[in-house]
């Protein structure tokens, strides 16, 4: 699998957008890169993915840079709520395909 | 709610006892993943199942094993259980397996072994 760098630690001030970085210049053209949260000791939560395009959902948008080697979870408007560890993951192809999870970046959402 | 069920929730056992982790997929997902958590590390892939085959292993210990049964459910048995098993135990399922296919972790099971 491809290796993902992210900041260990990050703030960020309620209502502001948390802009979330992580690089994977290893990754291969098919690979998908995956965000996933977990809050305390929660399960891991699906937050996004993408393969090329930027994306978006109800909870983030991904901005993946053009030569895929590096990307950015958004989360437009942060709240309490959102503080957690963010994993970014490269999803290797093929049929086993499972996520390895790297160690994240912990943010802390504050008033 | 992911939709992935785990039961027990928490578990507290003797060493050298068996313990068995159940997991319930999601509605018609067919892969089932799992995953241990302890404090010092982080989350490890253990096993994944494909519609009852075993596809992938990670560093899953011999006194491990897991299976998948026809109804999809799947079992991580631990058996001769150590101090050092004791940990957050995910289990994760997925429509298909390829890597565009999301994964979806249930809520865990705690296991303290004393």
């Known amino acids: 699998d491809a290796k993902t760098t992210q900041p260990t630690s990050m703030d960020c001030a309620e209502g502001r957008a948390a802009n979330l970085p992580c690089n994977h210049s290893?990754?291969?053209?098919?690979?998908?890169v995956y965000w996933y949260r977990q809050i305390h000791s929660q399960g891991p939560q699906y937050i996004i993915h993408?393969?090329?395009n930027n994306e978006t959902n109800e909870m983030a948008s991904l901005i993946i840079t053009e030569d895929r080697k590096s990307s950015t979870l958004i989360l437009p408007h942060a709240t309490l709520r959102d503080t957690a560890v963010y994993y970014c993951?490269?999803?290797?192809?093929?049929?086993?395909?499972?996520?390895?999870f790297g160690t994240g970046t912990r943010l802390q959402v504050t008033l | 709610d992911s939709g992935v069920t785990q039961t027990p929730k928490h578990l507290i056992t003797a060493t050298g006892q068996r313990v068995t982790l159940r997991c319930s997929p999601r509605?018609?997902?067919?892969?089932v993943y799992w995953y241990q958590q302890s404090l010092d590390q982080g989350l490890q892939f253990l096993i994944q199942?494909?519609?009852?085959?075993?596809?992938a292993k990670g560093n899953i210990l011999e006194r491990f094993s897991a299976q998948q049964f026809p109804d999809l459910h799947s079992e991580l048995n631990l058996s001769s259980l150590e101090l050092g098993d004791s940990a957050l135990y995910f289990c994760?399922?997925?429509?298909?397996?390829?890597?565009?296919?999301?994964?979806?972790f249930g809520e865990g099971s705690w296991l303290t072994v004393v």
């Open positions: 509605s018609g997902d067919l892969s």
């Open positions: 290893t990754i291969s053209g098919n690979e998908y």
């Open positions: 994760a399922s997925s429509p298909a397996v390829g890597s565009g296919n999301t994964i979806y």
């Open positions: 993951i490269v999803r290797s192809t093929g049929t086993a395909s499972k996520l390895t």
């Open positions: 199942y494909y519609n009852g085959e075993e596809r």
């Open positions: 993408g393969l090329k």
